[in-house]
Structure formats: structure tokens, C-alpha cells
Nanobody
Framework: QVQLVESGGGSVQAGGSLKLSCATS????????MGWYRQAPGKERELVSA???????TYADSVKGRFTISQDNAKKTLFLQMNSLKTEDTAVYYC???????????????WGQGTQVTVSS
């Protein structure tokens, strides 16, 4: 059973930074892609960022230039560095590890339990 455990969420003021981590029980290269999604209250879950197993990264337009996805294969950990946070970034952030991908993005896979990020003005 694949396990994904997120950490690093919390509360921060607008303009601040947080770094999310997602520890997986398998080596990252065993997945076709890993990524971060988020879901704000009353909204659908949306892709924030993803990295495919060839290293290609994808970002939502709303986070480009502010968020950076990275991975440590030896530590089996995915990261999301979030800078210049805005109130609209407030959401539960979920890590996913995909066993099926589409155009380099996660399509079907495993999910973590989520970590809350709250950005206040």
C-alpha cells in the first residue's frame, strides 16, 4: 500500500512563505508523475503543480513565479516551496503520486490526507 504523508502546512500572513513536504513510501521514479492539488472551501480541487518522471514541471497560472515544485529521490519526498503567498492560496493542499498520467500530468494515483494552508491579510 502506497502511503503519502504531507506536512508543512500552517497559517501565514500574506506575502509570507511555506514549504510543503510529501513523503512517499516508494521511490519517486516509480510513479509517472507527482503533484500538488488544492481545494478551497466551495471550490473544486485544482492542480497547483506537477512534475513528471522526466523532470518536466507544470504550474497553474495563478502560482507561476511564486511556487516551486521539487523532489528528493533519495528521501522519497516531494516539496512545494510557496512564496509571496496570497489570501486566495488558502486551501487544503493534497499530494498525489500517479500510476497513470496524461500529457505528463497525474491522472490516476494515490493521495495524501491533505494539509491546511491559511493565508491571512
Amino acid at each position: 500500500q502506497v502511503q503519502l504523508v504531507e506536512s508543512g502546512g500552517g497559517s501565514v500572513q500574506a506575502g509570507g512563505s511555506l514549504k510543503l513536504s510529501c513523503a512517499t513510501s516508494r521511490y519517486i521514479f516509480s510513479y509517472c508523475a507527482m503533484g500538488w492539488y488544492r481545494q478551497a472551501p466551495g471550490k473544486e480541487r485544482e492542480l497547483v503543480s506537477a512534475v513528471s518522471n522526466d523532470g518536466t514541471t507544470t504550474y497553474a497560472d495563478s502560482v507561476k513565479g511564486r511556487f516551486t515544485i521539487s523532489q528528493d529521490n533519495a528521501k522519497k519526498t516531494l516539496f512545494l516551496q510557496m512564496n509571496s503567498l496570497k489570501t486566495e492560496d488558502t486551501a487544503v493542499y493534497y499530494c498525489t503520486a500517479a500510476y497513470r498520467c496524461r500529457s505528463g500530468r497525474p491522472d490516476l494515483g494515490y493521495w495524501g490526507q491533505g494539509t491546511q494552508v491559511t493565508v491571512s491579510s
